[in-house]
């Protein structure tokens, strides 16, 4: 069974690998760069100075500017799990006569991807202009711990408009703020929210779409050799009645690629799905993942702010207006006429 702990470490990583990526791309100076810089201060003692500084400048370029290496990295990977599905998966399933929607159905979310990636990686996030700063100054209240009134940007030199943070990466400040995408390379703000939302939506079903389709074929090429009911003999010679981790190294052995894209799929499904779910989860109770982050700290009692006269700030969000407005917001940002509407 050596295949399968080589397998086992093989899926470790790279879910390991995923979640890191995920979890740290969105946030400068995240657990990822924090790592990356420990770990060079550690191998500054055996590495020569010249090649550390080639490092520093390449991890710089990779976390602390905007950079196309991950878009690259991420259709590189798009294209090997197609290429993969059309090339072998989709054929098998055509001559097992699988319907023609659900083996079309992974093309469609894909052309839907490819649409939202364009648009949220293109469309102006909600850059704070000076035109535009007049309006967007109305458009949220200050809730007095989080965001502040009167706070000016150091490098744009406006006033911050509540929910607003300049991103050092794309070097302007945005409103409605929630994180830089290296995904996409771009910020992610009121204006492309919904965008990055489906895109994180059709990413997760399309994973989803193409786990199952392949799964259900290798269950059906299960059925049809019906290898469950047969035997195989081990190195000593003694018989043995097939069992799941003998069927696993089989349809491995006999389908290789198809079964480490479905390991690769299953891995992605499960984090993006996560990441998905967690994206819903914010936009349901009107918050952004700068502010969720932020607002964690006052959580924890020890953390909790001392105000003159000793108050205790405990953080409240004040833009949630009902889930189902809150939903609504994502997909129509709103502007300073429903601000005075509202109140
Ligand atoms: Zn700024
Ligand atoms: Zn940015």
Avoid at 70 to 87: K, M, P, S
Avoid at 125 to 131: A, D, E, L, N
Avoid at 138 to 166: M, W
Avoid at 251 to 277: D, E, H, N, Q
Wanted: charged share 15%.
């Amino acid at each position: 069974m050596d295949f399968l702990t080589l397998l086992a470490i093989y899926l470790c990583s790279v879910l390991g690998t995923a979640a890191l990526l995920c979890v740290c791309s969105g946030r400068k100076g995240g657990f990822l760069a924090g790592s990356a810089s420990r770990a060079s201060q550690v191998l500054s003692f055996v590495i020569p100075a010249r090649l550390q500084r080639v490092t520093q400048r390449a991890l710089h370029r990779l976390f602390h500017t905007r950079s196309c290496l991950f878009v690259v990295l991420h259709i590189t990977l798009q294209a090997a799990v197609y290429g993969e599905y059309t090339w072998e998966v989709f054929v098998y399933c055509w001559e097992l006569q699988f319907h023609l929607f659900l083996l079309l159905l992974p093309y469609l979310l894909l052309a839907g991807n490819i649409g939202c990636f364009l648009l949220c990686s293109r469309a102006d996030p909600g850059v704070i202009t000076r035109s535009n700063h007049a309006s967007l100054v109305k458009i949220y209240a200050y809730d007095g711990v989080l965001f502040q009134k009167g706070i000016v940007c150091p490098t744009c030199n406006t006033e911050k408009p509540a929910r607003s943070k300049h991103c050092s990466l794309c070097n302007v400040c945005v409103h409605r703020f929630d994180h830089h995408c290296v995904w996409v390379n771009n910020c992610i703000g009121a204006f492309n929210a919904k965008y990055f939302f489906l895109y994180l939506f059709t990413l997760a079903a399309m994973a989803a779409t193409i786990a199952g389709i392949t799964a259900a074929f290798l269950v059906q090429v299960v059925l049809l050799t019906d290898v469950m009911h047969g035997s195989y003999v081990d190195d000593r010679g003694q018989e043995h009645a097939v069992e799941i981790l003998f069927l696993v190294q089989h349809l491995f052995l006999t389908f290789p690629r198809i079964v480490f894209m479905l390991g690769f799929v299953i891995l992605l499904l499960l984090v993006l799905g996560a990441y998905w779910c967690f994206s819903l989860y914010l936009a349901l109770t009107n918050q952004t993942s700068n502010e969720w982050y932020k607002s964690r700290r006052y959580g924890c009692s020890h953390h909790l702010t001392l105000q003159p006269h000793d108050r205790q700030v405990v953080y409240k969000n004040i833009y949630s207006r009902g889930v189902w407005m809150n939903l609504k917001e994502i997909f129509k940002p709103l502007t300073v006429l429903e601000r005075k509407k509202k109140t």
